[in-house]
């Protein structure tokens, strides 16, 4: 089943604004990790945040976590209509010697000119 | 070329076939992962290998459905006798060593599988 659940759906901007995507999930987690898809591609790795980190920076991109709320942001800064893609979050949760990686069903961003 | 290959990129195959997808990780990735994605939404689980530990199958839907890999190379997910309900992009992913140390994924851009 899909822990966690972004929000909005789907989110049409403008060139140049900014762009926020938020992930809610419902059990305790060692990560979590945003990833881009383009349409017809695989995934790409954004940027992962430990479960002891509040915030971290990559470029134009902002994620925080609140282990407290269970739920996490990405923040698009100055968008670009080439950041149209899709983006999932995914947790990492560790039990016993196995790990699992649980994405979200993802946020379709759509920039324009 | 580095990155995780997938092949065949799309198979539009009948009700009721046998399929076969592959999935060359990238090299010296000890961890692979097979996932499979629905028409906009996200991605569901469906095996995960690790070394020469025994493979974690628990997101597989059903029996029809079997993987295997060879060594820490090669993987092949095959799903018998395919039900429509089965079409779906099919993702493979690798990834250095063991979740645990919290190390991304690195995706192939799928199989887009059509059952007809």
């Known amino acids: 089943s899909q822990q966690g659940e972004e929000d909005p759906q789907a989110l049409s901007i403008q060139e140049g604004e900014n762009a926020t995507m938020n992930c809610s999930y419902k059990t305790s987690i060692n990560n979590l990790q945003w990833y881009r898809q383009n349409s017809g591609r695989g995934l790409v790795h954004l940027i992962l945040i430990r479960s002891n980190e509040r915030e971290k920076h990559s470029g134009r991109l902002r994620v925080t976590l609140d282990t407290s709320k269970k739920s996490s942001s990405l923040l698009i800064t100055a968008s670009r209509a080439a950041d149209t893609a899709s983006y999932f979050c995914a947790t990492v949760r560790h039990t016993g010697t196995a790990s699992k990686l649980t994405f979200g069903t993802g946020t379709r961003l759509q920039v324009t000119l | 070329g580095a990155g995780v290959s997938q092949s065949p990129s799309n198979k539009v195959t009948e009700k009721g076939k046998d399929v076969e997808l592959r999935c060359d990780p990238i090299?010296?990735?000890?961890?692979l992962y097979w996932y499979r994605q629905r028409l906009g939404q996200g991605l569901e689980f469906l095996i995960y290998?690790?070394?020469?530990?025994?493979?974690?199958k628990s997101g597989l839907p059903s029996d029809r459905f079997s993987a295997e890999r060879t060594g820490e190379s090669v993987s092949t997910l095959t799903i018998q006798r395919t039900q429509q309900e089965d079409s779906a992009v099919y993702l493979c992913?690798?990834?250095?060593?063991?979740?645990?140390?919290?190390?991304?994924?690195?995706f192939g851009d799928g199989t887009r599988l059509s059952i007809l």
């Open positions: 090299s010296g990735h000890t961890a």
């Open positions: 290998f690790q070394g020469n530990s025994a493979p974690d």
């Open positions: 992913a690798s990834s250095p060593e063991f979740l645990r140390v919290g190390q991304p994924q690195h």
